[in-house]
């Protein structure tokens, strides 16, 4: 019954990030500014659940899971440099490894 609620819970949370990210997506500018948010909210979310220890499966693999990118981010930085915009699949990638890090790490010292 546990790994049920745990299935369910997953899926909820995972759907409405997913939903979230995909509004985020929307917000485009120099940068996918909207992807690079919500990747680094969600690590700040695993983060979180890995310094609480509270409901990680469901955090980390639902909301984090669901709201953050990898393949969003890699595609945009490919349609950068297919454009020979180098500067800008630079910035994106720099920005989508580092600030993400950067979230988790400052979710673990703060919590």
Do not use: C, D
């Amino acid at each position: 019954m546990e790994l049920m609620i745990t299935m369910a819970t997953v899926g909820v949370l995972g759907g409405i990030a997913s939903a979230l990210r995909h509004i985020a997506g929307y917000w485009f500018g120099f940068l996918p500014w909207g992807i690079l948010v919500v990747n680094s909210a969600a690590s700040f979310v695993a983060g979180a659940a890995v310094a609480t220890g509270s409901f990680e499966v469901a955090l980390i693999v639902g909301l984090a899971g669901g709201l953050s990118t990898f393949s969003t981010f890699a595609a945009n930085t490919f349609e950068f440099l297919k454009a020979g915009q180098t500067v800008r699949a630079l910035a994106n990638t720099v920005l989508n490894l580092a600030l993400p890090a950067l979230s988790l790490l400052t979710a673990v010292i703060l919590l």
